[in-house]
């Protein structure tokens, strides 16, 4: 039979390197911009539920 032309090639070890720089490049920006961004809303939620519930003094 013959061989299909969409075969996957062999990983390199030149490959591997860069494929784990990428995976510690997401890694970084994963703590730098997706946490941060993820307390900022967490904290808007917080604040609008307290501003939302809190009880109101009527004199």
Known sequence: ?????????????K???ERKQAMQEARQQ?????LPTLAVVVLLIVV???VATR???TE
Do not use: A, C, N, W
């Open 1 to 13: 039979m013959r061989q299909l032309k969409g075969k996957p090639k062999k990983e390199t070890s």
């Open 30 to 34: 994963i703590t730098t911009v997706v």
């Open 15 to 17: 490959d591997k390197k």
């Open 48 to 50: 609008f539920v307290y």
């Open 55 to 57: 009880p109101t003094i």
